[in-house]
């Protein structure tokens, strides 16, 4: 099993639907984090938590929601999904300080 | 002006060359990041340096701290080197810490 896994892999949806990103890591990493990808960009943060009860915005956090369930379980919604938010979704966990980033494979997800 | 520079954005090569790819950085980092990104999307750790050189087989990172520049470098290029390579710098900010991203760079090794 992969050490960050990530649900779906890839979605179609629809303008104005609800729809929940999953992320569960066997790292036993505390911190984890949610970020964007786009053609042309960089990976842009949209989420963080450090901890269970520590949830932090993003460089890009609008039209997004986050719970971190347990330590290593950590969602990303999107409560009414536009067209722009059409991009590659990336989990990522990692330890305290700059070592030891896990990312997941990645959720391709496309509003139409 | 983005905070982490990738050059060349995109590079095309053949089989057993000598490949550098540069990230250049405007900002006191702690850490930065060598990541690899293959054409299904997941993303893996290459290297993580905050001082000098690290060698992985075939790849060699290095860093200049005082010139805020970084290389990967790929010996005897592979096809299935074939992928995006990006930079990501970690720093440290009253904030907190927080990852910052390069564009990437589309590495294609032809046969």
């Known amino acids: 099993d992969a050490d960050v896994t990530q649900t779906p892999r890839n979605r179609i949806t629809k303008t104005g639907k609800r729809i929940m990103l999953e992320c569960s890591q066997t790292?036993?990493?505390?911190?984890m984090y949610w970020y964007r990808q786009d053609p042309g960009l960089g990976l842009r943060l949209i989420y963080y938590s450090f901890d269970v009860k520590d949830i932090n915005k993003g460089e890009i956090s609008d039209g997004y929601s986050v719970s971190r369930q347990a330590q290593a379980k950590f969602s990303l919604s999107l409560e009414s999904a536009i067209p722009n938010q059409t991009a590659l979704y990336f989990c990522?966990?990692?330890?305290?300080?700059?070592?030891?980033?896990?990312f997941g494979s990645g959720t391709r997800l496309t509003v139409v | 002006k983005n905070e982490v520079e990738q050059s060349p954005q995109n590079l095309t090569a053949q089989e057993g060359e000598f490949i550098t790819i540069n990230c250049s950085y405007s900002v006191g980092i702690s850490a930065l990041h060598w990541l690899q990104q293959h054409p299904g999307g997941g993303i893996v750790s290459l290297f993580m340096?905050?001082?000098g050189k690290k060698k992985h087989g075939r790849l060699i990172a290095t860093i200049n701290i005082q010139e805020k520049h970084s290389s990967l470098h790929i010996t005897a290029s592979h096809p299935r080197d074939s992928a995006v390579y990006i930079c990501a710098i970690y720093t440290q900010e009253t904030s907190g810490s927080r990852l910052t991203f390069g564009e990437g760079t589309q590495l294609t090794v032809n046969p």
């Open positions: 990522a966990t990692s330890d305290a300080g700059p070592y030891g980033y896990t």
């Open positions: 790292k036993g990493h505390d911190r």
């Open positions: 340096l905050s001082s």
